[in-house]
């Protein structure tokens, strides 16, 4: 919108792109009500997450000045930005200590569902970023599954396939999560709490 604020275009010009651009957002915003939630509900995607609630001036640091919604990527970036600031250094044990000096981890691959826009406007009430290890059926990667909700259901969902990498004086090599025993007991853990929840 600021673009066509401040183009060549005359002030009558750029009123009516403004109210033909307010007119395309109410269609949108009307579109997107009718759709069917794809997500769980919070009671369903609660069970045994690691959650944080996020108010609506913190969700707003990661937008787009004048976008009216948080964007794919800025999900994305919001997801990876807590996993690593808050998630891993709260539950990972020594993970301050050990990760990027005795091991490192990396996201081999990942899948993101955008279910619905979060439009900024009408954030009103905190959100809730929950953080998952749904199981451990593998050696040699972990899975990671991070959810931005609220009580009308899920917004935003990324499913991680994590590996982790041994660091020494020679180099870097690909190693199992069960070799570390600190990540290995932490993960379990996380693990577990789907089982008591269940």
């Given at each position: 919108?600021?673009?066509?604020?401040?183009?060549?275009?005359?002030?009558?010009?750029?009123?009516?792109?403004?109210?033909?651009?307010?007119?395309?957002?109410?269609?949108?915003?009307?579109?997107?009500?009718?759709?069917?939630?794809?997500?769980?509900?919070?009671?369903?995607?609660?069970?045994?997450?690691?959650?944080?609630?996020?108010?609506?001036?913190?969700?707003?640091?990661?937008?787009?000045?004048?976008?009216?919604?948080?964007?794919?990527?800025?999900?994305?970036?919001?997801?990876?930005?807590?996993?690593?600031?808050?998630?891993?250094?709260?539950?990972?044990?020594?993970?301050?200590?050990?990760?990027?000096?005795?091991?490192?981890?990396?996201?081999?691959?990942?899948?993101?569902?955008?279910?619905?826009?979060?439009?900024?406007?009408?954030?009103?009430?905190?959100?809730?970023?929950?953080?998952?290890?749904?199981f451990l059926d593998a050696?040699?990667?972990?899975?990671?599954?991070?959810?931005?909700?609220?009580?009308?259901?899920l917004y935003f969902q990324?499913?991680?396939?994590?590996?982790?990498?041994?660091?020494?004086?020679?180099?870097?090599?690909?190693?199992?999560w069960r070799k570390l025993?600190?990540?290995?007991?932490?993960?379990?853990?996380?693990?577990?709490?789907?089982?008591?929840?269940?």
């Amino acid at each position: 919108m600021g673009i066509i604020r401040n183009s060549i275009f005359g002030s009558d010009r750029a009123n009516v792109a403004l109210d033909l651009a307010s007119e395309g957002m109410e269609k949108l915003r009307a579109f997107t009500a009718g759709l069917a939630v794809f997500g769980a509900t919070d009671a369903e995607i609660a069970d045994g997450a690691v959650k944080y609630f996020l108010s609506p001036d913190f969700i707003r640091t990661f937008a787009t000045a004048g976008f009216p919604f948080l964007t794919y990527y800025e999900f994305n970036e919001l997801s990876g930005w807590y996993r690593d600031t808050y998630f891993a250094p709260e539950h990972v044990d020594a993970y301050n200590a050990e990760a990027g000096n005795t091991y490192t981890v990396w996201t081999h691959d990942a899948t993101s569902s955008y279910r619905r826009h979060l439009f900024l406007d009408h954030l009103e009430h905190d959100l809730t970023l929950s953080f998952q290890v749904p199981f451990l059926d593998a050696a040699s990667w972990f899975p990671l599954r991070i959810r931005l909700y609220d009580a009308e259901g899920l917004y935003f969902q990324n499913d991680q396939k994590l590996v982790v990498e041994r660091l020494s004086p020679e180099g870097a090599t690909l190693t199992s999560w069960r070799k570390l025993p600190n990540l290995r007991g932490s993960l379990e853990r996380l693990r577990d709490r789907n089982i008591s929840m269940s």
